[in-house]
C-alpha cells in the first residue's frame, strides 16, 4: 500500500520525507489558503522538488481548460513522470481525466462520494480514484462500505486504477484502509507520526534502554556529580553544611590520610539528635566512623542493585584503587527506573 503524506507544511514535510519510504505528497488549494501561500506556482515548483511523487490540483471549466492547466503546470519544471494532476469528479473531470491519459499524464478523481462515481472514474482510466473517508462519515455515510466496494470493483473488472483512502482523521482510519485493502491512503502529519505510538511498545523500550544500562554501564558512570566528605576532626555540623550544600542524604567520611573511615546519613544524624539532643552538632565525626558498603568503580550498575536489595542501604560508597571516588544515591536509581 502507498503511503502519501497530506500536507503544504514545508517543515513537516521536510522532516516527513526525511524518513524516506513515503511515496508522495498530496496538497489542496484549501491547504495552500490556510497556510497563507499567494504565490502558488512557486509553492508546486517547490513541492516538487522536495518529494517523488506531487499530487496537485488541475482545474478548469471545460476538459480542454483542465488539459492546458496541467500543461501549463509540467511547463513550469514539473516532471510528468513524478506529478499526478488532481480533479474533482465530474463529467467534464472524466473527458479530461481521459485526454490527460492519452497524454500519458497520470491523474487522481477525487472527492469522490459514490461507487457509480468511482466506477466512471475508472472507466476514464483514472490513475488514482479517492474517496473522502472523513468527509462522508461527517454526513453520516457508511464510508468504510464504499470504499470496500470502490476496492473490489478494481479488483473484479481488473480496472488500472489505484483507490486512495482520503480525509484521514485519526489513526483508526489508517488500520481501515490497510483493512479493506486499498492501494494507497494519504495521511496528515500529525496521524503519521503517532502510528507507531503504543504504551505497551513504549514500556518494553523502557524496560530494554533500562536492562541494558544495568549489564553495560558502569557504577563510575553513574555516581553523583557531588562528593561530599568530611574528615574525623570535623564536626557534625560541617557534615550537615556538606549534605545541605550537595543536596544528598549522606556524606563520606574520611581519616586525616584521605583514607575510608564511615559514612555519616540523614538517618544517621536524627538518630542522634534524638539520643544526644542538639549539642551533637559539635561532636566530631570521629565517633561517627563505621564500615560502610562500598562498591568498585568498575563494576556495572546490576551489581549496584543487587548491594542496594541485599544490603538495605540507601547509599554506597564507590572504590577506585581503594581510594573513596564518590557515592551512589537509591534515589538516582529509582529515578533511572532501574530500582523499583
Known amino acids: 500500500m502507498e503511503l502519501y503524506l497530506d500536507s503544504v507544511d514545508f517543515k513537516e514535510i521536510e522532516e516527513a520525507f526525511e524518513w524516506g519510504f513515503l511515496t508522495g505528497l498530496t ?53 510528468k ?9 465530474s463529467n467534464v473531470a472524466l473527458k479530461a481525466c481521459y485526454m490527460l491519459r492519452q497524454k500519458g499524464y497520470m491523474v487522481n478523481i477525487h472527492l469522490v462520494y459514490t461507487l457509480n ?42 480496472y488500472d486504477t489505484k483507490i486512495m483512502f482520503s480525509s484521514v482523521r485519526h489513526a483508526e482510519h489508517v488500520r481501515n484502509a490497510i483493512e479493506v ?21 513504549t514500556v518494553g523500550t523502557d524496560q530494554f534502554v533500562e536492562h541494558t544500562k544495568l549489564l553495560t554501564v558502569k557504577v563510575k558512570d553513574a555516581i553523583a556529580k557531588q ?29 586525616t590520610d584521605g583514607s575510608l573511615k564511615g559514612i555519616f546519613t540523614d538517618g544517621d544524624l536524627r538518630r542522634s539528635l534524638k539520643t544526644a539532643g542538639k549539642n551533637v552538632v559539635d561532636q566530631p565525626m570521629e565517633q561517627f566512623a563505621n564500615s560502610p558498603i562500598t562498591i568498585n568503580a568498575d563494576a556495572l550498575l546490576y551489581e549496584a542493585v543487587k548491594v542496594f536489595k541485599e544490603k538495605g542501604v540507601d547509599n554506597i560508597i564507590v572504590l577506585q584503587a581503594g581510594q573513596p ?16
Open 27 to 79: 496538497t489542496t488549494p484549501t491547504f495552500m489558503h490556510r497556510q497563507g501561500i499567494t504565490d502558488i506556482d512557486g509553492a508546486i515548483v517547490k513541492l516538487s522538488k522536495m518529494v517523488p511523487v506531487l499530487q496537485v490540483e488541475a482545474l478548469g471549466d471545460t476538459a480542454e481548460e483542465i488539459v492546458q492547466e496541467a500543461d501549463r503546470l509540467l511547463s513550469l519544471g514539473l516532471d
Open 81 to 89: 513522470n513524478k506529478t499526478v494532476f488532481k480533479i474533482p469528479v
Open 117 to 158: 462515481q468511482a466506477y466512471m472514474a475508472m472507466k476514464a482510466g483514472a490513475t488514482y480514484v479517492c474517496p473522502l473517508v472523513g468527509r462522508l462519515q461527517d454526513q453520516g455515510h457508511d464510508a468504510l462500505t464504499l470504499v470496500a466496494q470502490c476496492v473490489e470493483a478494481v479488483n473484479h473488472y481488473g
Open 325 to 340: 571516588l564518590g557515592m551512589l544515591d537509591i534515589q538516582d536509581f529509582v529515578k533511572m527506573n532501574l530500582i523499583g
Open 227 to 255: 562528593n561530599p566528605t568530611v574528615k574525623t576532626t570535623d564536626t557534625v555540623f560541617d557534615a550537615i553544611a556538606q549534605m545541605t550544600e550537595s543536596g544528598m542524604g549522606a556524606v563520606t567520611i574520611l581519616g
Open 181 to 201: 485493502g486499498v492501494h494507497t491512503v494519504t495521511v496528515p502529519w500529525g496521524v503519521m507520526k503517532k502510528l507507531t505510538e503504543n504504551n505497551f511498545t
